[in-house]
């Protein structure tokens, strides 16, 4: 299938070079935001020192196969897969939305940088379409259908805050993309395209204000939470033990008192609820 390059048309009447240098700016938007993130927030330090405060728990000490392992498991599960979400609409959601803005970032950069003077960009177009249209449908399902706001607190779509700012740029950047690229060379061509400009540009330029950071801090979170289980730090948690050990129900009397000797099992509990809320 022969797609056209979007930016190629483009190209003739703004010059490739201010479009590459553009997308070099938005690189240091993020950057420069994810840093100020961090120095606000102060989320690296309390990472490092809480990550020293842990290894002084640990129990046993893991060697570098280990390690190895569980950051496999970590970018297998938490960050290719997205499993920590229990609700798979949620996470189909969520997929949709990262794969798509992956897509739809790394194919604009590629023609733009690669293919800005030529129609035929080979796959490149293809996969920049099929990432608009990924991000733009999950976004849209995540804000119409399972928006943390409509299940938690009951409040409407059209009621957006500062911390919507990331979920509404990101669909109005692949919304107007999409729409610029249908249109063209018209009139409405270029006030979507001036959209899309201001869509992308906020998303980019809001960092310090919006989630985005939060995809750079997430893998390192999980793969921290799997190594304090597996040294034995816990995370500072108490060990939560079998509670039919003999041991246990020595050191903890009541237990057989109002349990018996063999406990119950307890049931799902919370997890007996459908996981709407986030």
Do not use: M, R, W
């Given at each position: 299938m022969n797609i056209a390059n979007p930016f190629a048309e483009l190209a003739a009447s703004i010059s490739p070079s201010v479009m590459a240098w553009y997308v070099v700016l938005m690189v240091l938007l993020v950057i420069g935001g994810t840093i100020l993130d961090m120095m606000h927030k102060k989320s690296a330090k309390y990472f490092f020192e809480n990550a020293k405060r842990q290894k002084a728990r640990a129990v046993r000490e893991l060697d570098s196969g280990e390690k190895m392992s569980l950051a496999l498991k970590t970018l297998g599960h938490e960050v290719l897969t997205s499993g920590e979400f229990k609700n798979p609409k949620r996470r189909l959601s969520h997929l949709m939305t990262m794969y798509g803005f992956i897509l739809f970032v790394v194919s604009t950069a590629v023609m733009i940088f690669g293919y800005a003077d030529s129609a035929d960009a080979g796959i490149w177009p293809l996969l920049w379409y099929l990432g608009a249209i990924s991000l733009a449908l999950g976004g849209l399902w995540f804000w119409f259908f399972i928006r943390v706001d409509v299940f938690s607190e009951g409040l409407p779509w059209y009621q957006v805050g500062r911390d919507d700012i990331f979920i509404v740029s990101?669909?109005?950047?692949?919304v107007f993309g999409l729409l610029w690229a249908f249109t063209q060379g018209s009139t409405l061509g270029w006030v979507l395209f001036a959209l899309f400009i201001l869509s992308s540009t906020t998303l980019f330029g809001t960092v310090l204000w919006s989630k985005f950071a939060h995809m750079f801090f997430k893998p390192a979170a999980a793969y921290n939470k799997r190594i304090v289980w597996a040294d034995g730090s816990r995370d500072n948690l108490?060990?939560?033990?079998?509670?039919?050990d003999p041991q246990v129900q020595?050191?903890?009397?009541d237990i057989p008192t109002y349990m018996g000797k063999k406990p119950p099992y307890m049931g799902l509990g919370i997890k007996r609820e459908t996981p709407n809320h986030y």
């Open positions: 990101l669909i109005t950047t692949s108490p060990d939560v033990p079998d509670l039919t020595e050191k903890f009397p």
